[in-house]
T-cell receptor, first 107, second 116 residues
Framework: RKEVEQDPGPFNVPEGATVAFNCTYS??????FFWYRQDCRKEPKLLMS???SGNEDGRFTAQLNRASQYISLLIRDSKLSDSATYLCAANDYKLSFGAGTTVTVRA | DTGVSQDPRHKITKRGQNVTFRCDPI?????LYWYRQTLGQGPEFLTY????????KSRLLSDRFSAERPKGSFSTLEIQRTEQGDSAMYLCASSLGAPSLQETQYFGPGTRLLVL
């Protein structure tokens, strides 16, 4: 079993919609997590960090459920520019990434 | 530009050749990481340095791979006797190196390797 698993999607949503997806992790000792955004053929760019129960940054909300060992990302009022692959990572000094969730926002 | 830089951005080589990639981290960052990413997968950890010391190597890092960070600044990743399975994006990341699991890694643009 991979250390971090994500629903690959794709999630195909209209502009303005809300989309949410989860990431599960197997190492209960992991203390912090990150969501990175990756555009096609580009490097991952940090979107949000998640240390405690959750974090919110504008239209993006991340929540951490330690009991069930998952992290969620919710995007409100989706924009065309939100189309990307969203990578979840567990931080144990080195990052363990999921395979990514693809989101496509259509006009 | 004060971000992580990598060189070259693209490399095409023939099977059996050696290749070397360079990474320049953000200047005040003590930790430097190498990851490999193949199509449809997330980045996979290869190795990391704290200053010039290589502290951990993944089992993915076969004996054909070697990484150095001789002066604690830039790092090189060399692949000897390349194989087609080495084709991937090689990503470098750096972080401050604070003793905290909350510190953030910032990625460079990657070197895309194609082995023919």
């Amino acid at each position: 079993r991979k250390e971090v698993e994500q629903d690959p999607g794709p999630f195909n949503v209209p502009e303005g919609a809300t989309v949410a997806f989860n990431c599960t992790y197997s190492n209960s000792a992991s203390q912090s997590f990150f969501w990175y955004r990756q555009d096609c053929r580009k490097e991952p760019k940090l979107l949000m960090s998640v240390y405690s129960s959750g974090n919110e940054d504008g239209r993006f909300t991340a929540q951490l459920n330690r009991a069930s060992q998952y992290i969620s990302l919710l995007i409100r009022d989706s924009k065309l520019s939100d189309s990307a692959t969203y990578l979840c990572a567990a931080n144990d000094y080195k990052l363990s990434f999921g395979a990514g969730t693809t989101v496509t926002v259509r006009a | 530009d004060t971000g992580v830089s990598q060189d070259p951005r693209h490399k095409i080589t023939k099977r059996g050749q050696n290749v070397t990639f360079r990474c320049d981290p953000i200047s005040e960052h003590n930790r430097l990481y190498w990851y490999r990413q193949t199509l449809g997968q997330g980045p996979e950890f290869l190795t990391y340095f704290q200053n010039e010391a290589q502290l951990e190597k993944s089992r993915l890092l076969s004996d054909r791979f070697s990484a150095e960070r001789p002066k604690g600044s830039f790092s090189t990743l060399e692949i000897q006797r390349t194989e087609q399975g080495d084709s991937a994006m090689y990503l470098c990341a750096s972080s401050l190196g604070a003793p905290s699991l909350q510190e953030t890694q910032y990625f460079g643009p990657g070197t895309r390797l194609l082995v023919l």
